[in-house]
């Protein structure tokens, strides 16, 4: 997006700006905004921060500083900060426009910028370190209910088309129609010290940690329980990032603790599918305005130098005559690749994962770290401290 007083001028008054600021914060925080008061003390993080951020650019054609938005900020001073700095602000500028279609919601549709870039970084065609992206975190619920909360999932499952995802072969993605939760595993440690269970929690982590960064075919969701002694349980959460970020995976623990603790809670209707939402975004690339923009960046990074040979194999230096060549490391057991087929050896990428075959990992713990982003709560679990989030 470009901001230039070459774009032309619309005047708004200071009531009609604050109207429309208080339309996008109530739908950013999800309640209704106090005016003086700071954003951040409204439940505005980083994420959400972004978004206004690039709203106003978007709504206004006014590029607000995003750290003053982050920290400072409260919606008074930045309808008075829009009024002020409004003769930057394009006529053309226009919300994204999305429209529903239902009757296509279970039809392919391509994958966005982020999520391909994803998919080829887990492709073993393209590279010796071939690693998904995750989001892991852990939690205590005491006096759990194993039944009400597989039920509560269920429904977050049947009413966010994201958790019913899968990859195509061809590349694209779809929405399932119906996705049968499947029962969570039960670690039942129980009947073990403190210290025991401590340490089969760790292991039961590790575990869950080391399949999601390896398979390739892997769930994008993966749920686990451990039961420990006394009233309290840990549920073991993993989420592949293709199908959301940090602020929905947020969202989506809010509505689980609501539906948990309140099977009659109800969800928040959807206006819009994923596939209307990506087909919105990839529509825009045909508009004047957005090849005007690709024009003005493409001159303004010009001058930068090349970046990376994406999926370029990576080769190891020839020896120079004063550097003795290193003795290769001798891989694990576990790590020995099977014998490729000749066949395959160039085979075309498929971005369907089925079929992949597995390739060795130099540095197994440290591509399981990189490609899992484990919570800051699950960090300090090894030290006895664990997020209670919910109570019963």
Do not use: N
Request: aromatic share 4%; glycine share 6%; net charge negative.
């Amino acid at each position: 997006m470009r901001f230039g007083k070459d774009a032309g001028v619309t005047r708004r008054t200071l009531a009609s700006i604050s109207s429309t600021l208080t339309d996008l914060l109530q739908e950013i925080l999800q309640h209704s905004p106090t005016p003086e008061q700071p954003l951040r003390a409204q439940g505005l993080d980083s994420m959400s921060a972004t978004r206004l951020w690039l709203e106003l650019c978007t709504t206004f054609g006014v590029d607000l500083t995003l750290l003053w938005l982050a920290t400072e900020a409260s919606p008074q001073q930045i309808a008075h900060a829009l009024l002020e700095r409004q003769s930057d602000a394009p006529s053309d500028g226009a919300r994204l426009q999305v429209t529903a279609e239902a009757a296509q919601k279970d039809q392919p549709f391509p994958l966005t910028p982020i999520q391909e870039a994803y998919v080829l970084g887990s492709q073993p065609e393209l590279t010796a370190d071939p690693v998904g992206c995750d989001q892991y975190v852990e939690f205590e619920v005491h006096e759990l209910d194993v039944t009400r909360l597989h039920q509560a999932w269920q429904r977050l499952t049947d009413h966010h088309d994201m958790l019913r995802w899968e990859l195509l072969a061809d590349g694209q993605q779809r929405i399932r129609d119906r996705v049968e939760v499947l029962p969570f595993p039960i670690h039942d440690l129980r009947g073990h010290s403190q210290e025991a269970a401590h340490d089969a929690l760790l292991v039961v982590r590790d575990a869950l940690l080391e399949r999601r960064a390896d398979a390739l075919d892997r769930a994008p969701v993966d749920i686990e329980l451990s039961l420990l002694p006394g009233d309290a349980a840990v549920v073991h959460l993993g989420v592949d990032l293709l199908i959301t970020d940090g602020h929905g995976l947020a969202v989506l623990l809010q509505q689980w603790h609501a539906c948990y603790h309140d099977p009659s809670w109800q969800l928040p209707a959807a206006s819009a599918g994923p596939r209307d939402c990506v087909l919105a975004l990839a529509a825009r690339a045909h508009t004047e305005t957005y090849r005007a923009d690709l024009a003005w960046w493409a001159q303004t990074l010009e001058a930068l130098p090349p970046g990376p040979q994406l999926g370029a194999m990576p080769t190891a230096a020839a020896p120079t005559a004063t550097t003795a060549p290193e003795a290769p490391e001798a891989p694990e057991a576990s790590d020995t690749p099977d014998a490729p087929d000749a066949s395959d050896a160039r085979a075309p990428l498929a971005l369907g994962r089925a079929g992949s075959r597995r390739v060795r990992r130099p540095a197994r713990r440290r591509a399981r770290l990189r490609g899992v982003a484990v919570s800051d709560g699950a960090r300090r679990a090894g030290a006895g401290h664990r997020p209670v989030l919910w109570r019963p």
